[in-house]
Every structure is written in C-alpha cells, then in structure tokens.
C-alpha cells in the first residue's frame, strides 16, 4: 500500500484540530453531512492551505462523530 502510496501522492499536508472542526462545520452546513475529524481531513486540508492544481478531491468517510465533538462543532456553527 505505501508503495502505491508513493506512486500515487504528490504531497501531504497537516492541519489542526481547529481546522479539523471547521471541516465538520463546512461538511454539516453545505453537504449535510455529520462527520468525525478524520473524515473532515481532507477538507481541512483543502480549506487551510494554498494546495496546487484547479480540480482537488477528497474522501468524505467516517460518519460516526463523538457527541461531545459534534456538539462543538454544532455550537461554534451556531456562534457564526
């Protein structure tokens, strides 16, 4: 799988916890979609960096969030 990894991978970012609930926050009010942190990653990603390319993708799974993380989540949307 690493291997394929590296074939298939032109880089790897970090993102935060912070940037994480966002991307359950942008998930839940434009997609409808409630989703953990890790399935957030991609979007995270997306939205904090300068990533190249005119088309990105991301794989949206994990829909089985932590109620007091969906709560936060939730709330700071509510906050906006």
């Given at each position: 799988a690493v291997l394929r990894?590296?074939?298939l991978v032109d880089d790897m970012v970090l993102?935060?916890?912070s940037a994480l609930?966002?991307?359950?926050?942008?998930?839940?009010?434009?997609l409808g979609l409630l989703i953990e942190?890790?399935?957030?990653?991609?979007?995270a990603a997306i939205a904090s960096?300068?990533?190249?390319?005119?088309?990105?993708?991301?794989v949206l799974t994990g829909t089985d969030p932590r109620s007091s993380l969906l709560a936060q989540a939730l709330e700071d949307q509510a906050g906006r």
């Open positions: 990894m590296r074939e993102v935060t916890d609930l966002d991307g359950m926050r942008l998930a839940a009010r434009t942190p890790s399935a957030a990653a991609g979007l960096h300068d990533l190249p390319g005119r088309s990105l993708a991301t």
